[in-house]
């Protein structure tokens, strides 16, 4: 168990620039989540993955955010021109779900993103 | 609207003494109930769980008690050790959705004192 693993750590990008992260997923895990943290705050529900498919997204994920999870294994979340207030840290998390099976979900360490 | 809350934003307590961090939820829905903590720089780390069926879970040092009638969770710490300290947050889901749209709570920051 080689633990979600999320890269880049820190980005700080400019107001309009577009910014790209990856996650990668417990191997054997189906279910892939984002999820973003403001400081002060718990962590907030963006969206999730059963292998490749989207099945949510929050209100939360203007159009400028998408996410993709190409061959159901890890997954990418882009933000197209970025505003100060997407200044977060982007948690990606995954979970091993199936009959009568619901693992919790297991976070990566996140990615920082700073946006001036 | 803050449908999970976490009212005590710290706590402090002596190393070896219990630690209790509490949790109030508004939705009546939320059927399942988590408890995570979180050390500075990492993701968070699934601690332990309880759905509304039972009242009480307890994994070696960690119990977590719910009251549904009051919408109210609590997680015990005994006995209380440095490493513990850290952010702990209650999340909240409904159980037919299993632990995937969770809903947070600020975060409680626990400080353990020797």
């Known amino acids: 168990d080689t633990g979600v693993s999320q890269d880049p750590r820190h980005k700080i990008t400019k107001r309009g620039q577009n910014v790209t992260f990856r996650c990668d997923p417990i191997?054997?895990?189906?279910?892939l989540y984002w999820y973003r943290q403001t400081l002060g705050q718990g962590p907030e529900f963006l969206t999730y993955f059963q292998n490749e498919a989207q099945l949510e997204k929050s209100r939360l994920l203007s159009d400028r955010f998408s996410a993709e999870r190409p061959k159901g294994s890890f997954s990418t979340l882009e933000i197209q021109r970025t505003e100060q207030g997407d200044s977060a840290m982007y948690l990606c998390?995954?979970?091993?779900?199936?009959?009568?099976?619901?693992?919790?979900?297991?976070f990566g360490n996140g990615t920082r993103l700073t946006v001036t | 609207d803050q449908q999970v809350k976490q009212n005590s934003p710290s706590l402090s307590v002596q190393e070896g003494r219990i630690s209790i961090l509490n949790c109030d939820y508004t939705?009546?829905?939320?059927?399942?109930f988590l408890w995570y903590k979180k050390y500075p720089a990492e993701g968070p780390t699934f601690l332990i769980s309880i759905s509304s069926i039972k009242d009480k879970n307890e994994d070696g040092r960690f119990t977590v008690f719910l009251n549904k009638s009051a919408k109210h969770l609590s997680l015990h710490i005994v006995p209380s050790q440095p490493g513990d300290s850290a952010v702990y947050f209650c999340?909240?889901?409904?159980?037919?959705?299993?632990?995937?749209?969770?809903?947070f709570g600020q975060g409680t920051r626990l400080t353990i004192n020797p």
């Open positions: 999340a909240a889901s409904p159980l037919i959705q299993g632990a995937q749209k969770l809903v």
């Open positions: 191997s054997e895990h189906n279910r």
């Open positions: 939705n009546s829905m939320f059927d399942y």
């Open positions: 998390a995954s979970s091993l779900t199936g009959p009568g099976l619901n693992s919790p979900l297991h």
